[in-house]
């Protein structure tokens, strides 16, 4: 948001929200016509124009897939910090400019002279539009930039985009709506002009569109790809073509480096940045960051492909949901999963820093119902595996096993990975003593009684030797007496008597706190009493078909205030919020931990790590 938003600052269809696109009905009822029903569409200009601006898109969604790879960029990173929630909100709508050139593409073919019946491309049309650019278009747009900066329509209109101190690609088209159309009114000029000459063609207009958005997006990707070495071999490119860290500096500097693409403009007006070449070099000389903690996580369903980072940043930027936009994605979203289970290696989906640390989240390249196929388990283990041996080999401090990669039945909490590697300089952590510390924290400290269904899994195990210990009866649901025994026997022996075995939901029909870790029915749930508080650790969570009984998330924590460059949601949590597993990985690094966590769940350690995750700024949700 601008300081002092003028005048047609918003644009015309901001509250059409998703449905934006719509205002494009008319192109697409021209192409239609045009192309199935005889009707006349000189050029068949509509038709180009919506593919045009499907391809700018993508150039757009390409560039934002590059700058955002965790592993391809950040050696030559400008600025090391990653953009914030505020700011994704805030470009979220970066693709306006597209729609606003397409209607005004269309406008000047119907109404304006020598705009219709375009010839075919020539190179003499594309060298006259880009020499227009490059003369009359750089310098209008060089005095209009500083225009710009003057401070009335800096805190009008500018001041919108330079409220990204750091820059995406696609921070380059996030202007106002105003703004935009005096850009328009620059840019039409070198293809107006070959109009007039009679050079101009079709695929002049798909040239110069995608060639200025690539430019543009280049400028703002933060991270440096021009080598030094260039440019002392060809001293003069600096003068003709912009580098990321250059334009770079505009935006820390703000007064500096105004031009477009070409920066003789500033030289000749006195605005070039006398810190342009060495901030070049500074971004070219390759920066080693040590990651000091992984999470490694999976995909949940078919749609949560989207959900990563680098696909589709601002799916990423929300909890995760099935939306309109998702379902129409559908195809995407299968091919994605192909070539997601094709590939070979665990990868890395984003990172953050806590405390000058660096924190990686890394992918297996598998859904949630794979981890149920027989035939896919040796495999997923074997990737598992691969991935501990990559952090271990890179000095790793802490790797964390999200999600299903702890599975009991997969890989014994993670304890086969020990066996195999004993010898392992990282700590291995499942997360789960905080998971279990979090449910606890949720129910009453008054409770006398709780009902426990999952409760032989490795958190109900933890959960019910906890509870007894502190003096809760604990119905636990079970058909195995043998399991059921194991585990009463660990709790102490003058407890033992608070852990009762059940094996049907209507035995807590009196009970109010219920402790789920095992998928319930409706009919199950049914036996719950009025009030209820289902407690939930369980994978996909209940169905809430009970409206007169509370249903619980799964076990969270809100992250510490001083983490930094977090622009993602971990699937459906709220921004700030990561699942507790992912927490206590956490809490195991900031804490310098040198044990191992993995396998059965210590329960003395429950209140240490509790202790220690609010010593180190985590929070309850």
Known sequence: MATQPGPLYEF???????????????LVARAIDANFHGGKDPDNFSLHLLIASALRLLVGMAWMTVSRWPHLVPRYKIQRKGVTFKQMDREENWDDYIILNALLGFIFHEWVPHFQNLGPCTASGLLITALIHIGPAEFLYYWLHRALHHHSLYAKYHSHHHASFLTEPVTATVHPFMEHLMYAAVFVVPFYATCLMGCASVAGVYAYMLAFDVLNFMGHCNFEFFPVSLFRALPFLKYLIYTPSFHSLHHTQVHTNFSLFMPIYDYLGGTWDPNSDALHEASRTPKKEQVEFVFLAHGMTIPSVLHMPFFLPYFASKPFAITAQQILLLPVSVTLCLLYWAFAAAFPRSYTYLRGKRLESWGIPRLGFHYFLWFEQKQINRLIEGAILKADKQGVKVFTLGALNKNEALNGGGTAFLKHHPDLRLRLVHGNTLTAAVILQEISPDAKEVFLAGATSKLGRAIAIYLASKGTRVLMLTTSKERFEAIRSEAPEEKQHLL??????????????????????????????????????????????????????????????????????????????????????????????????????????????????????????
């Open 12 to 26: 015309p269809w901001h509250s059409l929200g998703g449905y934006k696109y719509l205002v494009l009905a008319p």
């Open 500 to 621: 009762v075995q059940v094996t049907d939901c209507k035995h807590a029909a009196h009970c109010r706190e219920w402790i789920v870790g095992k998928w319930l029915t409706a009919k199950q749930q049914s036996h719950a009493p009025k009030g209820t508080y289902f407690h939930q650790f369980v994978v996909p969570p209940l169905d809430e078909v009970r409206g007169d009984c509370v249903y619980g998330k799964l076990a969270a924590m809100r992250l510490p205030k001083d983490i930094e460059g977090l622009n993602t949601c971990e699937l459906q949590l709220q921004r700030g919020v990561v699942h507790a597993c992912h927490a206590g990985g956490l809490v195991h690094m900031l804490e310098g931990w040198e044990h191992h966590e993995v396998g059965a769940i210590d329960v003395a350690r429950i209140d240490i790590t509790w202790q220690a995750a609010m010593r180190q700024g985590f929070s309850r949700v």
